[in-house]
């Protein structure tokens, strides 16, 4: 990473209070719903599945395709995301079989039907541990298995990018100033959360993907594109389209 940018504070920027007192909010149960309805379509979900999805957070996405009858299994880093997530699955009746674990890591070999990666959890690494994750998914499918990848899309979020973003909720707030590398392709964010008279400092950067870049990348690591919508709507990917909904296949 050029010297340019502060590192990026994992531990910080995935602190589980001060994720979910801004996420939350927005993270609603019709906007989950509305995003699983439109999985079940996109990824094909007519019969119980094994799933896996990573990371899976707070379990909003796992948790509601484990009541559809799915056989999930779900893993995160920080261990407060995945409390949550029990909590929530002992809340719906659920059995859910969470992990600690790091996706540059799994060593899961063919087991799952299914591979998420939803709401931009793709891209924090270096280029080397990003490919890594793509190969660990391609690994974790069963032959001809679907990765369901959910991302901003490069083109449009270079139309749009602001440089600078508040969020005020009760008087705190979390301020967002972001520039985009064009040498690495990454979106760095310099952000800071005021909270309880508390200033810290999250910085973090994402690697954004065009479609034929990352079309590339997926065949490199043994899977093919399908299909990329624009959104959990079905709508097919266009100019205007600010995610894409990847799905690639697992090849021979």
């Not at 599945?49 to 899976?56: E, G, H, V």
């Not at 063919?110 to 998914?137: C, K, P």
């Not at 997926?218 to 079905?234: F, H, K, S, T």
Request: one cysteine or more; hydrophobic letters at 40%; charged letters at 30%.
């Amino acid at each position: 990473m050029s010297q340019s940018h502060p590192q990026f504070d994992y531990d910080a920027v995935f602190e589980v209070d001060d994720h979910m007192y801004f996420y939350g909010d927005s993270l609603t149960d019709e906007r989950s719903d509305v995003e699983v309805a439109g999985l079940v379509q996109i990824a094909r979900l007519d019969t119980p599945l094994r799933i896996l999805d990573i990371p899976c957070g707070f379990g909003r996405h796992t948790n509601r395709l484990a009541v559809l009858g799915h056989h999930m299994t779900g893993v995160d880093m920080y261990p407060g995301f995945l409390e949550l997530a029990r909590r929530d699955a002992e809340t719906r009746g659920v059995q859910v079989d969470y992990r600690q674990g790091d996706m540059r890591h799994l060593d899961f070999e063919a087991e799952f039907d299914r591979v998420m990666m939803l709401f931009t959890s793709f891209g924090y690494f270096e280029d080397e541990d990003n490919f890594r994750v793509l190969e660990n998914v391609a690994r974790a499918l069963t032959p001809n298995g679907l990765f369901i990848l959910d991302i901003p899309n490069r083109d449009m979020t270079m139309k749009t990018i602001s440089q600078a973003h508040v969020t005020e909720k009760n008087g705190d707030l979390m301020i967002d100033r972001v520039n985009f590398d064009t040498r690495t392709g990454r979106m760095h964010n310099y952000r800071i959360v005021i909270r309880n008279g508390v200033r810290k400092e999250k910085p973090f950067f994402v690697r954004l993907y065009n479609p034929t870049e990352l079309r590339d990348w997926l065949v490199r690591a043994g899977m093919e594109i399908n299909l990329i919508y624009g959104g959990y709507d079905i709508s097919p990917l266009g100019e205007d389209s600010r995610r894409m909904i990847v799905v690639a296949m697992r090849t021979a």
